[in-house]
């Protein structure tokens, strides 16, 4: 063995990284990771499911199942456009809110992977993308490395401004409008029905194509579901609306899917063979299994149940603690509260004292394409139990009334 080990930071050589690479060395996705893995921090800054609510036994046995029983298969390589069983799951998981049919499912390595080859399929450098002003981080980069110029939307507790839309596809005639529609990662909010046929109606009048990212939609409180914006007349051919099984089963699974119509379908299974060939063969029909022989609505009734509490106890626990004039979200699903300080105040600047009480948060500026809210900060609430959220907000709030 050699004794000769490198540092992953230092080297006698240093590669030429492609300039759209240049300065993305350590994402802030990474740092959170980092942050939150410190024993003695209470961290809300991640989006991690709780793992103690993997329906462990249940995969397991579908695990299982999977190797005895169509192990050669499995263990074989796949197709691109995703296995069979799978996509005849997800599309009729998906036909309780749009009609879906399997051959328009593009199965993908999680969410994450989905907005990749879609960025793969449709961008040339150069081109503009409209997002939510803010809106998720790790869209932006993989959108950015295939060199768009990324372009923030006002929005408002409802979501993007149609108006705000309509004036900046004017301005900016873009490749594409990216939403996040329902719990929206950072915020938490949601577009309601009329917001939503609003956005619909601007996006058909420029024929601008969507990307609907919806990985939360499930994860709803109050048992209310939104309809999808690719089910507005006229939409379903527009949007590229994906989903992934990270939120409701498991995020290590890395399993989620696209869902589309007509001839990008071809681009997208090219895009994905040219990226991976395929999700794990093992993972997708686990996934299928899981789906057809499971309850998915049981458990994520029971994922909810908790989720909801600690909502509940996150809000319940800022009460008071903030500045006055600051502004907090009450996300009626998925994973994140968003609180905005207010005037003179700088969530990043407040960060390393934070980490030294024993809290850790995402500074919100990273989540703003342009013209950053600096005294924002990102809280998820669902990693940790109540008596620990309380602890953690106590500890926030201890380092803002000092600052304060
Ligand atoms: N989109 C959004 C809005 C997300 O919040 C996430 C996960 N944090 C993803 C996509 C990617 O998720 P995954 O790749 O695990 O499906």
Redesign the pocket.
Known sequence: MSTQMSSASTSDFAFPVAARYAGMASSPLKDIFSLAARPDVVSFAG?IPDPSLFALEDIAECYDWVLRERGTRALQYGVSEGEAELREQAARRLSRELPTDASQIRVT???????FVAAEALIEPGDVVLVESPT?L??VQAFAVHGARMVGVETDDGGVLPDALDAAIRAHHPRLVYL?PTF??PTGRSMSAERRAQVADVLRRHDVPLIE?D??GELSFDGERFAPIASEPGMSSRTLL?K????LMS?GV?I?WIRAEGPILDTLAVAKAAISMQSSVVDQLTVARYLETKDLDAHVAKVIEVYRERRDAMAQALTGRLPEGAHVTRPQGG?FLWAALGEGWDAQDLLADAVSAGVAYLPGWSFFAEDADRSTMRLSFVTHSPEVIADGVGRLGEVIARRG
């Not at 992934?244 to 939120?247: A, L, V, Y």
């Open positions: 989006g390595s999680g969410s994450q992977e989905g907005l998720y790790a869209a996040i929206q990662n990212d990985p939360y994906m992934s099984m990270s939120k995020p890395r989620g994973m």
